[in-house]
């Protein structure tokens, strides 16, 4: 999918900022449209139609986060990434924007380059943009993942996994840097029917630690796990 094509829409209440950031994107070829509130954005999704939201946290009437949750509680919207935009650092802002249901954070102030880099980076999370999760060989450096043949391999040696370690495992990989929740991933690895406790859980991602190595799942304490490369 051309960039022409991919939609963004950019929420903020300081217009100056979203000028800023929809020029940045237009002159990427993005198709971008604005909100100068949640609720107003909420209200435009339908017509809009867009693959990311970039939000940001700090607004008057609805919070970012708010916003966020509403959206998330739209099953229509589920395709749809959030990146939320937000000066602060602390560990706790990040935790809520992940666990309300956001895909990743871009941090103010924005240089130019570093944003444009980052939109870039989460789109390819997109299901129906250009993914890796669309090819049914992936590699990541030494590790190649054959998911047509359930096969893992690392440095050329074959690495045996068993079902719910490779379903885990396809799960993270399908949104490189997203961060899965653990009530996501019991629903989707083990599903509804299949009585399991958050133990269970860690007990597969350390056993895909042993075999793949620590480096690629990354742990979001308090709201899942991610796979980064």
């Not at 370690?165 to 396809?170: A, D, G």
């Amino acid at each position: 999918m051309s960039e022409e094509e991919i939609r963004v829409m950019l929420v903020d209440d300081e217009e100056d900022i979203l000028e800023f950031l929809a020029y940045n994107l237009t002159n990427e070829g993005y198709k971008v449209s604005t909100a100068t509130n949640g609720q107003e954005a909420i209200q435009s999704i339908d017509q809009h139609k867009p693959h990311l939201i970039v939000l940001d946290i700090m607004m008057p009437g609805l919070n970012g986060i708010e916003v966020c949750e509403k959206i998330r509680q739209n099953n229509e919207w589920d395709d749809i990434l959030i990146a939320f935009l937000t000066a602060r650092s602390e560990s706790f802002t990040h935790v809520s924007a992940l666990d309300s249901g956001a895909d990743d954070f871009i941090t103010k102030p924005v240089k130019p380059n570093v944003f444009k880099s980052r939109v870039k980076a989460i789109l390819r999370r997109h299901p129906h943009l250009k993914s890796q999760s669309d090819k049914q060989i992936l590699n990541f450096g030494a590790l190649t993942i054959n998911f047509d043949e359930y096969i893992i391999s690392k440095n050329q040696t074959t690495i045996k996994l068993a079902k719910k370690e490779f379903e885990l495992l396809k799960l993270l990989v399908s949104r490189p840097g997203k961060v899965f929740k653990r009530a996501e991933i019991l629903q989707k690895v083990w599903g509804s029917e299949v009585i399991v406790g958050d133990r269970t859980i860690d007990v597969h991602v350390r056993k895909l630690r042993e075999k793949i190595g620590s480096e690629f799942i990354q742990t979001i304490k308090g709201v899942g796990y991610k796979f980064v490369f």
